[in-house]
């Protein structure tokens, strides 16, 4: 995933969507109120809550979300894919699902495939 790091804290996660098509890649949708995947080595236990600091292409400042992490993929898994955690929205005061909309409502749909939870 393009820009995605570890925060300082063991529970903090930076995540950085440089253009439209990151955000339609990694949001995920059919996560009851939004989520979205981030791919890391530093993989935490399902149910982990975490503090998201997300940076979307929509020139706003980076907002802080809380969420829970509810799917691990990973990094041994027989698919090849990355190692990634799909985190859930908890607390979203600051309306990246919002932003995340409006940046994902001119484009087409995504073709790839879409985790549901």
Known sequence: MDGVGEG???RALSVVLRDAASVQRYF???IRGGGVLVETPNLLPMGTEVLLMISLPDNQPRAPVTGRVVWVMPKDNRDGYPAAMGIRFMN???GVLTRIQNILSGLPDYAG???TF
Do not use: K, W, Y
Request: cysteine-free; glycine content about 8%.
């Open 28 to 30: 995920m949708p059919r």
């Open 8 to 10: 300082t804290g063991a």
């Open 113 to 115: 495939p879409i985790l």
């Open 92 to 94: 979203d005061r600051s």
